[in-house]
């Protein structure tokens, strides 16, 4: 059975409880909720493998209370880490580190690394103080799929699954959290996301490696990952009336990502997906209009790749992988 409860003083302590116990708990971060289990149990970590569908060789990002647990997880932090932590934490940063004792082989899906991440949520850190050990949590969506960014989504992907859900409204970022590996002399990103690679490499200077589309082991990577069940496709924007219409001829429904005062160019079947002008805003929207496409039973969803940097680049990075090849049927790579 899940509950969903408004996260308050009294329910964020029955579920660091229900963490105690070995329990689930999704719970609100400033980019996406999150699945949390307790890092230090092999059970807790398993059922939580279970409930997402995750392949176990996936490693989860662990959710620390403050930068002082970093060296209880983490067995070298050279300093650009700690400089990025004193930059960004608590903050929508993740680090892969070299992996304590304390990391099992369960949440590290056997790696020699840990992903560590302080988030910023109030409830996250809540949450955390209150339970006081280490939380791990991926995204608290099946494996494949889009993040869940408010409690309903939550219980969308997960109902019967995880035993409570704290809700604390919809996510302010929206996309997942930057991933920096620090585990060689030159940090790289493997995942663009909250924090920009502007904004990393303020404080990084040169040692900063050029950011690469392909990283190892990180399951964002897997081309057809933060994918919603219709098909989407990459359009440049000029073209979207025609596409959308071709598409519409041949039966299917279609959705288009456009902007809010567009809707006259498109055929009156088309599903506008309204996207907002402002990058920020369309980052805390992205999976929202991802997730509406599918309740509204499109088939196709025909987007077009924001320009620019900063979060921009984060929100093409998850179009472009919405888009991927999907070589397995969606039911069995529900991530
Ligand atoms: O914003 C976020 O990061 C959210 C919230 C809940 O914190 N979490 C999240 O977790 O997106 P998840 O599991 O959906 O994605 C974490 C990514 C995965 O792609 C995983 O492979 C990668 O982090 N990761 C974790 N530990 C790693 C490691 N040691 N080396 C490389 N990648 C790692
Ligand atoms: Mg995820």
């Known amino acids: 059975m899940t509950i969903i409860l408004p996260a308050t003083d009294e329910t964020i302590r029955q579920a660091a409880a229900t963490l105690g116990s070995g329990g689930l708990v999704a719970f609100p971060t400033e980019t996406v909720y999150g699945l949390g289990a307790d890092a230090e149990s092999a059970r807790a970590v398993a059922a939580l493998f279970a409930a997402k569908g995750r392949p176990p060789d996936h490693p989860v990002i662990v959710h620390l209370g403050d930068e002082s647990q970093l060296d209880q997880w983490a067995s070298e ?9 004193a930059k960004f934490w608590p903050g929508p940063l993740t680090m892969v580190l070299r992996r304590s004792g304390r990391a099992s082989d369960l949440v590290t899906g ?16 809540q949450l955390l103080r209150k339970f006081g050990g280490a939380i791990a949590a991926p995204s608290a969506n099946r494996f494949g799929r889009v993040s869940p960014t408010t409690a309903a989504h939550v219980l969308d992907e997960l109902d019967g699954l995880v035993d409570v859900i704290l809700d ?14 620090l585990t060689s002399g030159q940090p790289r ?6 924090i ?18 392909m990283a190892p082991r990180v399951s964002g990577n897997l081309k057809s990952h933060y994918a919603p069940r219709a ?3 990459l359009v440049p924007a000029d073209e979207l009336e025609q596409r959308a219409s071709s598409i519409n001829s041949s039966g299917l429904r279609v959705a288009v990502f456009a902007g809010t005062g567009e809707a006259g160019r498109f055929d009156s079947r088309v599903v506008l997906l309204p996207v907002p002008q402002d990058p920020r805003e369309y980052a805390r929207q992205l999976y929202v209009l991802l997730r509406q496409a599918d309740a509204e039973g ?27 090849p999907r070589d397995r049927p969606l039911a069995e790579n529900n991530g």
């Open 231 to 233: 098909c989407v496709e």
């Open 298 to 324: 499109c088939d196709l969803i025909l987007a077009t790749l924001p320009e620019g940097d900063g979060i921009a680049a984060a929100i093409a990075d998850r179009l472009r992988k919405a888009a991927g």
């Open 196 to 213: 920009t690679e502007e904004q990393t490499a303020e404080v990084l200077g040169g040692q900063q490696a050029a950011a690469t589309s």
């Open 110 to 125: 056997g790696l020699d690394t840990v992903g560590l991440r302080v988030p910023g949520h109030p409830v996250a850190q």
């Open 77 to 85: 932090v050279p300093a650009a880490a700690r400089s990025l932590a």
């Open 168 to 181: 604390g409204g919809p996510c302010q970022v929206g996309l997942e959290s930057t991933i920096v590996d």
């Open 189 to 194: 990103i493997l995942r663009p996301g909250g």
